[in-house]
Every structure is written in C-alpha cells, then in structure tokens.
C-alpha cells in the first residue's frame, strides 16, 4: 500500500505526493481525485485512468467546472451507497484502460520488477524505492540502497548486503544476517546487532566488533576462527529433516525462524495453507480471535458522516465481510468528518485485506505487449485478462 509524501488520502494505493486522494491506485501528483488508476497530475477527477495534467474529469471525459460540480453532487461521494456504486463502475472502466508492464514511476533505469520507483539497474525487484545495480530486493522503502542482491527490507543507506532481512541505516558488507542496525558492517550470520561491526553468528550484541558466539577475539583470532567455521559449514552443512541442506552461503535455517507462517506477512504474499506450511517445514500457530458482542449492525450505519453522531464510539459494529466487531476510535471519526467520507461497513483488517488484493504479488511472468507484440516480463500472468502495454507503449501513449 504504498504511499509517498502525501495527505488527507484514503482507501488509495501506490500514491505519490497526492493530497485529497480517494480510493485510487497509483497515482501521482493529484489533488482531489477518485476512484482513479495511473493519473498523473490531474485535479478534480473521477474514475480516470492514464491521464495526464487533467482537470474535471469523469471516466475520461472533460466537463466544464460547474458541469463537473454539478455531476459529481449526483453521485452523492459522502454516501456508502453512492460510493459502492461508483467504485464498481469506476472497476469495470479501469479494466478495458491499458496497464503499464509494472507499477512504479517514469524516473526508473533499466529496471524490472513491480512498485519500482527514482531506480536503476534494478531487476526483479518488489516494492523498491531509489534502488540501483540491485537484484531481487523487496521492501526496500527508504532510500538509498546500492549494490545488494536477495534482500528484503529496508535500505536507508544500505550497500553490498546479501540474502540478508531487516539490515538497513548505513549498513554494508553484510551477509546471511537479519535485523542489524545501524551501522552494521561485514556481518555474517548476526541477528539484532547494533551497530555490529566484523561479527559472525552473534545474536544481541550492541556495539561489538571482532565477536564469533557472541565471544570477542583478537582480528587475527576472529579471521582464523571464523575461516575454520567457514570450512565446517561448507563441509558438514546442516540438514534438515526433509533433506534440505543448509550450507555456508545460505540464509538461517527455516527451524530458526521464530514467526509461525500464518502470523507472518508471508502468507500475504505467497498464501499456504496449514498442511502445505507445515509440510515445507514453517511453523504454524493456530489462533482464536477475540469475539466481541456486536452492538450496532452495519446496516443502521448512517449513510452519510453528516448525519453520524459521537455515540457511535461507543458501538461495536458487525463487519460486512467477516461478521466480527470492530470500532470507530475518535480519530478516525474526525478524519471521516474533514473529508466527508462515510463510516466504513467493513473492519479495518478486511479493509486491508481489500487493498492488498489490489495490488500485483511478487511474481514475474513472460507475455506480450498488448500493442507492439514485443516480449515484457511483467507481474501480469499472461491469463490475466488486463489490457498490459510495455513501457515504450505505454509512455508513447499516455505520457
Ligand atoms: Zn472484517
Ligand atoms: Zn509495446
């Protein structure tokens, strides 16, 4: 769901320097817009895709001012009801407009991958932000990252990190570690080192430098040490009960992993279920959510925030789409008022849950551009019934 530099957004994805930004999906620069897709620049827009620079718009259509103001009072933008009917309509349009090979920004360099933005020679990446000469990195979303390669969150200043998670701030030369920071440097097999320098299989260390297990040496008995662990590793790797080995080279172990599947954003990403999980050996915990009494069915939600009153923080409303309870805070009702948006019927997590189906997943696919025939690796599957245009397609159309 990112967003970038914005304001008073709401049920909006991939947004960028946006203020006023209404359930839409990619867009950048704009400033009241709705239910829009890949608009850039554009003000006072609804149901738009691929435009650029455009003001008073509906489903593509230039109106005048007040024939825009006029219409969009019709289609009642403070009501649920008015904003469902509108939401499927502005779908059903969004799906016959052309998509771009991958989600990101015109600022990248020779790069592959999806939700790529301000990066160059990146390639296969998920979720980047001012990557270059990179590869297989995901969530990297603070800026910079250089020279690292299966690599998974977060960048700010990382350089030469490898099959590492959660190494970031000024972090370099580290490998095989997960959540190291800052300053981390030539680390391997490290998990939460602050500001670690020189360590290898150290786990909660602050400010250490020259440590094996945690035990601190000379340089010279660090470098001898660890060169023979290296050598054991490589000659008797570790191999788990489904003969998987686990070698010098390799990320941690799967045994070592302390989130069950399930309670982890994986299964967001790549969705398994209990048995498949529990059979390529990732945990499981099975969990029971908490049932709270619903006190207010969404149905009685008042269709407009003008006419909701504060007691409804008091209520316990029944989702829509999972039928479990959940709140309006008071911060949420004063948001909802400044931008005259109806309570929503569904929970938070539902919510979520909606906006993350929105977005492409993690994998790449060979097909056609929908207009030049030539050959794009792309995050839509070539059963995907989008209309997919390569970058050079696409610029030449709507940029
Ligand atoms: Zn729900
Ligand atoms: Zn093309």
Not at 286 to 298: A, F, G, N, R, Y
Request: charged share 30%; glycine share 6%; with cysteine.
């Amino acid at each position: 769901m990112r967003g970038w530099n914005s304001e008073l957004c709401y049920g909006s994805i991939g947004f960028t320097n946006n203020y006023r930004t209404f359930f839409s999906d990619q867009c950048d620069s704009c400033v009241d817009v709705w239910f829009s897709r890949n608009c850039y620049g554009c003000t006072n827009c609804i149901g738009c895709v691929n435009l650029r620079n455009a003001s008073h718009c509906i489903f593509n259509e230039k109106y005048s001012k007040e024939e825009y103001e006029k219409k969009m009072g019709d289609l009642e933008l403070d009501s649920w009801a008015g904003l469902q009917k509108l939401e499927k309509k502005a779908k059903d349009f969004s799906l016959r407009k052309p998509y771009r090979e991958y989600n990101g920004d015109s600022f990248n360099m020779n790069v592959s991958g999806d939700h790529i933005y301000w990066s160059r020679n990146t390639k296969e990446g998920y979720i980047v932000n001012n990557a270059e000469n990179s590869k297989w990195c995901q969530l990297i979303t603070v800026q910079d990252t250089k020279d690292c390669y299966d690599y998974t969150g977060w960048g700010n200043g990382a350089q030469l990190i490898y099959e590492c998670s959660n190494v970031g701030e000024n972090a370099g030369s580290s490998k095989f570690s997960c959540l190291c920071f800052p300053d981390a440097l030539n680390l391997e097999y490290c998990m939460w080192n602050i500001a670690g320098k020189n360590n290898f299989g150290c786990v909660n260390l602050k400010r250490k430098k020259y440590c094996i297990l945690n035990k601190e040496y000379s340089k010279e008995e660090f470098e001898t040490l660890k060169a023979q662990i290296v050598a054991d590793m490589k000659k008797n790797p570790q191999k788990d009960d489904k003969e998987r080995v686990w070698s010098y080279g390799e990320f941690f172990p799967l045994s070592l992993c302390p989130f069950p599947y399930n309670h982890s954003n994986a299964i967001k990403f790549v969705p398994k279920d209990k048995a498949q999980a529990l059979k390529e050996g990732y945990g499981w915990a099975d969990m029971e959510l908490p049932v709270h009494k619903i006190t207010l069915q969404v149905s009685l939600l008042p269709d407009k925030i003008k006419d909701t009153e504060d007691n409804i923080l008091n209520e316990v409303i029944g989702c829509d789409e999972c039928k479990r309870g959940y709140k309006i805070v008071k911060g949420e009702l004063d948001l909802l008022r400044k931008m005259n948006l109806p309570v929503p019927h569904k929970c938070p997590k539902c919510r979520e849950n909606e906006r993350f189906d929105r977005m492409t997943k993690p994998r790449m696919y060979h097909r056609q551009c929908d207009k030049c025939k030539t050959k794009i690796y792309t995050p839509y599957a070539p059963q995907d019934p989008r209309i997919v245009y390569c970058v050079q397609c696409y610029q030449a159309e709507f940029l």
